[in-house]
């Protein structure tokens, strides 16, 4: 399809690898539309006048794990100032509590298996990456004994892992896992805050947790992503744009009225009405 003479437009969701073949094979075709969504590495920045830190914990949980972490806009960086850190990481253990693992048809659980085989030992090198580069383990950290989940099931299924002191150089806090992971980072402002959650090649979505309405404004301006949920976690509905800066799309939006544009031409027609 990609090379495809006669295919005018691609929209592909997928890996960022895969999204930069399609650019390739456009060129060496037709030079096709190329509309992409692609990774993300999702930021959830806690600012420092952050309130209900039970419902925020809640957010970032949810955010983090639903799906076992096998989506495009989880939320697996923390950013937290560290005024509010320390109580916020409890009441975040404590959420996590309620995230069970297990048959995904049993309602008492949470998270299911992992997709492949391949997915399971990606994430599996991404744990033994976190603890060799000096990331703390608050919860989780390995792949469930035997393959199996809490209640017994075949599968392979990986605890939902918290890590804590991590910093920006780790791999754990820069690569998308695609997995049951999240890591806490601590800022020491706001304006730092901000920062780090820039600080990367995806710009997908981003969550907002603050008490200030002007912060609010000003810092979800300020997020490098196409997405950004203040004091939620959310991508939207079929009304809204959804896609990303940067490594995380290119060339057009899913939803809304600008997913149909994507797939048409602009035209200008002039016409001698003299005759």
């Known amino acids: ?13 997928g890996s960022t690898e895969v999204g930069r073949l399609f650019l390739e094979f456009s060129g060496q075709s ?28 809640e957010h970032v949980v949810f955010a983090a794990l639903w799906n076992m972490g096998q989506n495009c806009t989880a939320n697996s960086r923390v950013i937290v100032h560290k005024a509010v850190k320390p109580a916020l990481t409890e009441k975040i253990l404590q959420a996590m509590k309620c995230w069970k693992t297990g048959d995904p048809l049993d309602p008492d659980n949470a998270l299911g298996a992992i997709v492949s085989q391949e997915q399971y ?8 990456k976190g603890k060799a580069e000096g990331a703390v383990v608050l919860a989780g950290g390995e792949a469930l004994a035997g393959n199996r989940s809490s209640a017994g099931g075949q599968g392979l299924f990986i605890a939902p892992t918290l890590f804590d002191q991590v910093t920006r150089d780790m791999s754990i806090a820069n690569e998308e896992i695609f997995g049951p992971v999240f890591a806490i980072i601590s800022a020491d402002s706001d304006e730092q805050a901000l920062e780090i959650a820039n600080d990367t090649c995806y710009g997908l979505q981003a969550s907002l947790y603050t008490a200030n309405g ?23 509905d079929i009304s809204t744009p959804f896609g990303g800066y940067k490594l995380s799309g290119f060339g057009g939006r899913d939803n809304s009225l600008q997913a149909h544009d994507q797939y048409t031409e602009t035209k200008t027609i002039w016409l001698d009405l003299s005759e």
């Open 121 to 128: 030992d990606q994430i599996c090198d991404y744990l033994a």
């Open 214 to 236: 002007v912060k609010a404004q000003r810092y979800a301006r300020k997020l490098q992503a196409g997405t950004v949920s203040v004091n939620c976690y959310g991508e939207g």
């Open 1 to 13: 399809m990609g090379r495809h003479q006669d295919i005018d437009a691609i929209s592909f969701t």
């Open 30 to 57: 037709n030079l096709k539309k190329i509309i992409l969504e692609c990774g993300g590495k999702n930021p959830a920045v806690v600012l420092s006048d952050a309130s209900n830190l039970d419902g925020v914990a």
